[in-house]
């Protein structure tokens, strides 16, 4: 659904893991409608700032970047009051970020239980607390937090981003009916398999060890999920979250919203 330019623009976008895959796509797509942006990833402080610079000279926007660590409560606070000092507010907040790990429950790694659990979860709580009070003040605000598929069902060897994404649906629900009369929308996205280089990958590994092409172990992959045999494009997910901000979408808060080709309808 097409959403006027003018409706976000001039707008601040905070987006966390911006610097590649869903984060990236959906940095260009508010972009593009001339929203303001702080950016955060994992890359050195001058690279992220080259990138921060390539979008203010692209789309002709205020851009400010972060490398904070969000595993750290007070570097999560810093960033934010360093990217409101920057910009001026923080109007729409999508919490992205996120690490995966497989393995089996018996055998889950304790440092990688506490990472997922902080960087899927915990940090969207403290964004979250963080920036809500200046949106009611201002009486508009717009949160999306990008879950998973796995926020809805289980698949083994995922216990930590299970629960974590889990947790977010359950934190969605909570934020949007403590926000409904302050003007703040609050969601889920729930995607499926997402085409990422993480993914690429985990494809070729999967052609690699069955003597198949490409094409045939993406197939094998897909569909032992979700009856779509295609992946979603990242720049699909951005454009969802690009609706969510319209005033279209202004009635749907506390939403976990699939985007999983009927992986859950089954």
């Not at 910009?87 to 790990?101: E, H, K, R």
């Not at 999306?144 to 083994?156: D, E, P």
Request: glycine share 8%.
């Amino acid at each position: 659904m097409a959403v006027e330019h003018s409706s976000l623009k001039g707008k601040v976008g905070l987006i966390t893991g911006s610097t590649s895959g869903i984060g990236l796509a959906t940095a260009h797509v508010l972009a593009e409608q001339g929203c303001h942006l702080i950016l955060h990833g994992l890359m050195p402080e001058a690279e992220g700032r080259r990138l921060a610079a390539e979008f203010a000279e692209q789309y002709h926007i205020h851009t400010f970047f972060s490398n904070a660590d969000l595993r750290d409560p007070e570097s999560i606070h810093a960033f934010m009051n360093a990217g409101v000092k920057a910009l001026g507010s923080i109007d729409i907040l999508v919490n992205n970020a996120g690490i995966q790990y497989t393995e089996n429950v018996a055998h889950f790694p304790i440092d990688k239980w506490n990472d997922i659990i902080a960087i899927n979860l915990s940090s969207a709580f403290h964004t979250i607390q963080q920036a809500v009070p200046a949106m009611a003040e201002k009486r508009w605000g717009r949160i999306i937090n990008i879950a998973s598929v796995h926020g809805l069902v289980a698949s083994v060897n995922k216990a930590a981003y299970c629960a974590a994404k889990h947790g977010i649906v359950g934190l969605t629900k909570v934020v949007a009916i403590e926000c409904a009369e302050q003007g703040i929308t609050v969601n889920a996205i729930c995607p499926g398999w997402v085409d990422t280089p993480l993914i690429n990958k985990q494809i070729e590994a999967i052609a690699s060890n069955k003597g198949l092409s490409y094409d045939e172990a993406k197939y094998q992959l897909v569909t032992a999920k979700q009856p779509l045999p295609e992946m979603l494009d990242p720049r699909q997910i951005g454009e969802f979250v690009l609706f969510l901000c319209s005033n279209a979408a202004r009635g749907i808060t506390g939403a976990s919203l699939a985007m999983d080709g009927a992986w859950t309808a089954q």
